[in-house]
């Protein structure tokens, strides 16, 4: 349900914007507070989403889902995409971008959420928490630092300036290969700095980075219907299993099982299901 003044306390705290994104059948709700959110609220969490609005499309599963509080700050428009799909890849468009989130907006009941996910997706949000945060882990998604866009709103890679210092504070970061345009010394860079970094690689799964060691971890062959949002998917898994068991290969492997049956089915549609979860469980074990 829409909150505007939250009391209870949450579990996973998501901060960043909802979007519109426009696909050939119609608009549909995104972003990745949105598959995020839904994603640990089926993991068993009390969720938190602090975001800013426009109102443009109903809030959907967010909106009548029980466990899931949004805070939604007003803005003219909702962050908008468009994705033009071409031999070889994408070309990514945004169209209108909703209010900037400030961090001293976040309610202080969820300051204290044990998990802190900031998963920006068009420079909407400070990289760098403020005073009276005390998350047990935070993570990062840092895709919406790493874009910008030109004057037609074609979307492109940038310079993240505040990138050392962010990784720096986080327990982990998740970022697609797609992200940093597959510059692999960029990715090295920010494993050296990031305590935990994991990188998705679509259809191959993910690589992880830890103390110095990397690993691989293969995504069992699906038939891909949509893969938007499987790395949001991935990320809130990933995030929970390093809180529960401490062990990031381990949350590694669950995230990218989990994750791969997110791209059987359209937009959030792929959110998991219990009977995913128990299998991916079964199989991790």
Sequence with gaps: MLNLVPTE????????HLSQDLTPKGSRLGGTAAYSALTARALG????????WGGELPLGPLAGTDGITLFALPSPHTTTFENVYI?????????QIAAPIDLEHVP???????????GPIAQEVS???GEGFSPALLGLTPQGWLRTWDGDGRVIPCAWPEAQTALSKA???VI?????????DQIEAMALTCRVLAVTEGPAGARLYWNGDSRRFRAPAMPEVDAT????IFAATFFFRMYTTRDPWEAARFATRLASYSVTRPGLEGIPTQEEIQTCLVEVF
């Design 9 to 16: 306390a949450v579990d996973y705290l998501v901060i960043g």
């Design 45 to 52: 969490l009390r969720v938190g989403v602090v975001t800013a």
């Design 87 to 95: 031999p070889g890849g994408r070309i990514q468009y945004i169209h």
């Design 108 to 118: 202080p009941e969820w300051r204290r959420a044990p998990i802190l996910h900031l």
């Design 127 to 129: 990289p760098l928490l």
């Design 171 to 173: 327990a982990a970061a």
């Design 176 to 184: 697609s290969s797609e992200d940093v345009g597959g510059d692999e």
């Design 229 to 232: 949002g499987a790395g949001d």
